[in-house]
């Protein structure tokens, strides 16, 4: 099992988080971006960075992705591929995409970016909170206990 990241919208915080559980757990973490990233020296962390470009970054997620894996995305398209694939995506604010709630997330993306299209104001998800790092650590610390790292 390892940890995908899609770091290009990644909160630092959440990268943060995800560097000290690779060198504490010794679980690889990879981060998939198109842009150049830093990341701390560690064995058990590294960078992918891919050419710009719609949705390469994801694409890059969706090859790499095994059973298992767990990826750290918000992105609702790449999520749905991920549970395709097997592995298990989870939001930066500590929530996973099920199969059971996928296409319903799905349905609801396309229906706000209709509305975003037609000049509506949807407005936009609530700021990134304390509150949501602490979710994403304790959902991230509870998904490693139960995979035994």
Known sequence: MQIWVDADACPSVIKDVLFRVADRLQVQVTLVA???????????????????????????????????????????????????????????????????????????????????SSGVDTGGPAAFSQSDTRNFANQLDRFLTRTGK
Request: charged share 25%; proline share 7%.
């Open 34 to 116: 198109n842009k150049l990233l830093r990341t701390p020296p560690s064995r058990f962390i590294r960078a992918i960075q891919v050419p710009a470009g719609f949705d390469v970054a994801d694409n890059e997620i969706v090859r790499l992705v095994q059973e298992g894996d767990l990826v750290i995305t918000g992105d609702i398209p790449l999520a749905a591929d991920v549970l395709e694939k097997g592995g298990l995506p989870l939001n930066p604010r500590g929530e996973f995409y099920t199969k059971d709630t996928i296409q319903q997330q799905l349905t609801m993306r396309t229906f706000m970016d209709e509305l975003r």
